[in-house]
């Protein structure tokens, strides 16, 4: 998981007026040193080549132990920096804001920009500070303008140092991974996995940045897929044979039933039914739902309580995984279904992975409940049998899918 930590921050000053570098210091609340940014890159165009001072108007003390580990010195690349980013931002009190969201109502709100400082630390992995409440100032005068094709140039280098530091730090890890991959199959399935996000990434920040609407999309996708194959040296592909696409074409359109909800017609979508699921999805969904309105009902969480808070990492990685497994498994119909066409294996073990995870984030958070005595006890042992239930079954098919895919020709 990524670290974030803008909630303790104090205040902080952004430095990109030599162009290649990023510098900067942080300071937080209970640490006597500023973090020091030293990192390769440059901000996106509305910072480069000026110092950015900000500051938070109302820092919390961190919880025990929150930024131990946090190394002092900072190395590393810029990942996403930048002090216009557009978000929501809630017209109403937090205590309104779960009332809305329990009653699945809409709730009031603005659009503000938002500071977005993201970078990957040789020490920490990713660190993301994101707040749209920092009272920021800009030094007047740049040192260096950022044109069109700078822009440009700077985004694909980024991307491209991005993933080479990415996959630097992959390589350096010396801790057995059950996530990696086992055979020739998976590894290619993980690599288009990561390829789409990448491309996903680059699609969202090219519409936000020129304004694009919805129906640009598809353009955008293409254009920005064709750039990744140039930047990398690759061919342009041969069209798919008739059967490819027949069984492509087949396997988006169950994809798509499965990941968003069927309607009644067009302008009133209804939710799907717990037996319309893949049993293990139903479950998690239900569990989901259980976790969340207890954590209501008992008042276990504060409006001033953050993302990190172990009992929203708990929620949230149930609810992740529940998002997973639905892309995965799909409807109830398709559980007979098992295990999954060689065609449709590697697909199906990524999102497998990406729910392990996210109950592994769960269960990360139930530690962190029982470090801190939150909620109840009897509560917290009956949420962790029924991940580790769930987590149990989750690991099975990932073994079966892996299975179809080690069957494989290389």
């Not at 660190?127 to 005068?141: D, K, N, Q, R, W």
Request: hydrophobic share 40%; net charge negative.
């Amino acid at each position: 998981m990524a670290w974030r930590i803008e909630e303790t921050l104090i205040k902080g000053e952004l430095d990109n007026r030599i162009q290649g570098r990023v510098t900067g210091r942080l300071w937080f609340a209970g640490r006597e040193e500023p973090l020091v940014l030293e990192l390769e890159g440059d901000t996106r165009r509305d910072l480069a080549g000026q110092l950015l001072r900000f500051t938070n108007p109302s820092p919390r003390p961190p919880r025990p132990d929150e930024l131990a580990g946090l190394a002092t010195l900072q190395r590393g690349r810029v990942g996403d920096i930048t002090a216009s980013r557009k978000v929501k931002v809630p017209d109403c009190s937090m205590d309104e804001l779960m009332a809305h969201m329990k009653a699945r109502s809409p709730f009031p709100w603005h659009w503000s920009n938002s500071l977005h400082l993201e970078w990957h630390s040789e020490a920490n992995g990713r660190v993301v500070i994101e707040s749209a409440s920092y009272l920021m100032e800009v030094e007047p005068g740049r040192t260096w303008v950022m044109n069109d094709t700078a822009e440009a140039a700077q985004r694909e280098a980024n991307d491209r140092e991005m993933l080479a530091f990415m996959e630097r730090l992959a390589g350096a890890a010396d801790e057995p991974d059950d996530d990696a991959p086992t055979s020739p199959a998976e590894a290619t399935a993980d690599a288009e996995a990561a390829r789409m996000e990448l491309l996903l990434d680059r699609v969202i920040a090219r519409m936000e940045r020129e304004g694009l609407e919805a129906e640009s999309w598809e353009r955008i996708l293409n254009e920005e897929r064709a750039r990744l194959r140039r930047e990398r040296g690759e061919p342009d592909p041969e069209p798919p044979t008739p059967e490819e696409q027949a069984a492509k074409s087949r396997w988006l359109a169950e994809l798509n039933a499965a990941e968003q909800s069927p309607a009644e017609d067009e302008d009133h979508p209804r939710a799907l039914r717990d037996d319309e699921w893949h049993p293990l999805v139903a479950r998690c969904n239900a569990l989901t739902r259980r976790l969340s309105e207890d954590v209501i009902l008992h008042a276990w969480l504060a409006p001033e309580d953050t993302r990190e808070h172990p009992l929203r990492e708990l929620i949230n990685g149930v609810m992740l995984a529940g998002a997973k497994l639905a892309g995965a498994l799909g409807l109830s119909a398709d559980a007979k279904e098992w295990p999954p066409e060689p065609l449709f294996a590697g697909p199906v073990l990524v999102r497998l992975k990406k729910a392990r995870s996210g109950l592994r984030d769960a269960l990360a958070g139930l530690d962190a409940a029982d470090e801190q005595d939150l909620a109840e006890a009897g509560w917290r042992a009956g949420a962790r049998a029924d991940i580790a239930e769930i987590f149990k079954t989750v690991d099975r098919l990932v073994a079966e899918a892996r299975a179809v895919l080690e069957k494989e020709p290389d």
